[in-house]
C-alpha cells in the first residue's frame, strides 16, 4: 500500500509543478491541446522514473502487488483530480469532461493507463512469478 501511495505522490508532485508551468506560461502563448501535448512526454518519463523508484524501494513478492499499487495510484489520482483541482477551477465533472480537448483528452486517457499499469510492467523485472 505504501509503494502506491508513494507513487502515486511523486508523479502527482510533477504534475502540479508541470502542471502549473502549462497554465501559466505554455498555454497562453500554444494554446491547451498544444501545452498539454508537451506536457505528456514529460509526465510519461515522471511516472515512469516514480514507478521505478517505488517499485525498487518497496519490493513485493508477487508481480500483481505492483498492480495493485498503481490502482490504488490510479484512484488517488482521480480522487485528487476530481475533487481537489476541479474545486479549485469551479468546475463539475461534466463541465470538466465536456470541456477537454478531443486529442489531449484521449492521450490523458491512455496516459492514465499507462500510470495505472507502469508499477506493474517495471516490477516484472523484480519477481520470480
Known sequence: ???GVVY???VFGVGFILGTIRVLWVVPHLGVRTAELIEAPLMLAATYLAARYATRRFR???RVEYLYSGLLALIL???MEFSVVLGLQGLSIREYLAGRD???????VVMLIVFALMPWLIGKE???D
Open 102 to 108: 478531443p486529442v489531449a483528452g484521449a492521450v490523458y
Open 126 to 128: 523484480l519477481t520470480t
Open 77 to 79: 489520482l482521480l480522487i
Open 8 to 10: 502515486f505522490c511523486l
Open 60 to 62: 513485493a513478492s508477487r
Open 1 to 3: 500500500m505504501l509503494r
